[in-house]
């Protein structure tokens, strides 16, 4: 392959057609972030047996990790399980949190079929003029684009802040309008992380803003809207790391039913990091517990990976909505 490769090089494809299908059959395309090979087989094989469509996520410090050119192939290699497995799903390669043009270029160049340009936390004019730039090369070459309007709480990979701000409705259009970007990621209440709210014990979690998300769809019908910080950050997994050693305090995340509800709506991509981290780490934590002497990657990574494809298709089955839409 030459050093610049197009996504359809790979199998891959973009999101477009992807979140109209999601808009006219009410459910959300899962984004799932991985950083190594047995996360992706894990994701893959989860949207394979729940036969849904995937976006497959890294951001810059996990491209960095896999090593660009490794990734890839593994993305090609990802798309040929899949054939291989029986289901020729629909999968696209996307650059979760891009912080600059040269990032998304390079990720674009490298056979990436979407890209995000975060600049959520720049002026608004700001914010647009990076997205425009990204836009424009994006779409020379048929891959699609993600911005970001308001800030979302929490820390995630090179993503942190202290407080949110909720998305303004009225800004919506202009910036759409001013960008040309294919789907906007906005701030209604999810947050990054494990730790995502502080609530006390009986204490419930702060429902989601659905009037926010109801405004903006009103005013840009049709238009592709994305969850990030959507991991419900799985109670199961949280009890499992800390009954085997680990340290997890009031780990909390969105309820599924609130996730389930966005789905339905305007949301057509909703972004899960934390959870299938917790799921392969709770169950690495069980084994090193219970078979101290184990040293076999294949013999804790393996049944990691098991863990993961389960927590996949629960979430394509009971909270996107995406299984069989593939």
């Known amino acids: 392959m030459s050093s610049t490769t197009h996504y359809t090089d790979l199998g891959l494809v973009n999101t477009r057609e992807m979140f109209k299908k999601a808009m006219d059959g009410k459910y959300a395309v899962p984004a799932y972030n991985f950083n190594n090979m047995e996360q992706l087989q894990g994701i ?55 912080d600059s043009f040269e990032l998304a270029r390079s990720c674009i160049d490298s056979g990436f079929s979407s890209v995000m340009l975060d600049g959520s936390h720049h002026p608004f004019e700001e914010n647009a003029k990076r997205t425009k730039q990204v836009v424009d090369y994006a779409h020379e070459r048929d891959v699609t684009v ?30 759409l309008e001013k960008t040309g970007v294919d789907s906007l990621a906005i701030s209604i209440g999810t947050s990054h992380g494990a730790y995502k709210f502080k609530v006390k014990p009986g204490e419930e979690v ?13 005013r840009t019908p049709g238009f592709p809207i994305v969850l990030h910080g959507a991991s419900t950050v799985v109670p199961e997994y949280v009890e499992m790391i800390n009954r085997y050693g ?72 009971n909270v996107l909505g995406s299984a069989g839409k593939a």
């Open 44 to 98: 893959v094989l989860g949207c394979v047996e729940s036969r849904s469509p995937v976006i497959l996520q890294v951001s810059g410090s996990a491209r960095q990790y896999a090593d660009q050119t490794f990734l890839k192939y593994m993305a090609m290699g990802a798309v040929q399980m899949a054939k291989e497995h029986g289901a020729d799903i629909p999968i696209a390669l996307h650059l979760d949190h891009g």
């Open 146 to 175: 993600e911005g970001e309007l308001g800030v979302l709480a929490g820390v995630e990979d090179e993503v942190s802040h202290e407080v949110s701000h909720y998305t303004k409705p009225e800004e919506v259009e202009e910036f």
């Open 206 to 218: 702060p429902a989601l803003r659905f009037d926010i998300l109801e405004e903006i769809a009103k």
């Open 246 to 317: 680990g340290k997890m305090d009031n780990a909390v995340g969105n309820p599924e039913a609130q996730l389930r509800r966005a789905a339905g709506s305007a949301v057509c991509k909703v972004n899960i990091d934390s959870d299938g981290r917790l799921a392969m780490t709770a169950v690495i934590r069980k084994i090193f517990a219970e078979n101290p002497s184990e040293f076999d990657p294949r013999k804790y990574l393996g049944p990691a990976r098991e863990e993961l494809i389960k927590m996949v298709k629960h979430k394509n089955e």
